[in-house]
């Protein structure tokens, strides 16, 4: 099946700082998703990201699905941005999540 | 415009009981996809249910099993349980299934003692 592999696995930032997170993965796909995961458990939808470039003010991704990676950009990181942060690709009608990458950001 | 619900958000039960858990997707929505997630793991997907009907299936034991009703709410059922299953079980909905963005509920703590 599918893989999906992030980096880094954990990340440690000052409040300030930019911060690139990335998402390899092993087939063509035509569905890929960025999540974070608050201390509480909610995962919110940051973006659904099949391929090019989408913004939401300091959060920006990039997918570049013909060498089949993605990269998820933080800047001015703030203290809520902490969590963890999940790529995931579709196959069929699933979502194949990565282990995540786990971003403290202290102020 | 509510989001996803779950329900309860803890639960506590011992080997060999049974458990439902339930789920109310956002307003729009018609199919409702349930994931595993074990603590420090990404969510592992179950299955999702469409039109009332199991539509694709993970890898995962027969003991899980599911329901779609009309109003599109769903349950996830899981009989004789194990250590194992203690997890964050998550639901998420979305329009059509296949090339839509997913929304998550919050979740149901699940430990097994």
């Known amino acids: 099946g599918i893989q999906v592999e992030q980096s880094p696995p954990d990340l440690i930032l000052q409040e300030g700082a930019n911060s690139t997170l990335r998402c390899n993965f092993s087939d063509s796909v035509n569905n890929l998703q960025w999540f974070h995961q608050n201390p509480w458990g909610q995962l919110i939808n940051l973006f659904y990201i099949p391929s090019g470039t989408k913004q939401n003010g300091r959060l920006s991704a990039t997918t570049v699905a013909t060498e089949r990676y993605s990269l998820l950009y933080i800047s001015s990181s703030q203290t809520t941005d902490s969590g963890v942060y999940f790529c995931?690709?579709?196959?069929?009608?699933?979502?194949?999540f990565g282990k995540g990458t786990t971003l403290s950001v202290s102020s | 415009d509510a989001g996803v619900t779950q329900s309860p958000t803890h639960l506590i039960k011992t080997r060999g009981q049974q458990v439902t858990l339930r789920c109310s997707p956002k307003?729009?929505?018609?199919?409702v996809s349930w994931y595993q997630q074990a603590l420090g793991q990404g969510p592992q997907f179950i299955f999702q249910?469409?039109?009332?009907?199991?539509?694709q299936r993970g890898n995962f034991p027969d003991r899980f099993s599911g329901h779609q009703f009309p109003n599109y709410s769903s349950e996830l059922n899981v009989n004789a349980l194990l250590l194992g299953d203690s997890a964050l079980y998550l639901c998420?909905?979305?329009?059509?299934?296949?090339?839509?963005?997913?929304?998550f509920g919050s979740g149901t703590q699940l430990s097994v003692l």
């Open positions: 307003s729009g929505h018609d199919t």
């Open positions: 249910y469409y039109e009332e009907e199991e539509r």
């Open positions: 998420a909905s979305s329009l059509d299934g296949y090339n839509e963005k997913l929304f």
């Open positions: 995931a690709v579709k196959a069929g009608t699933a979502l194949i």
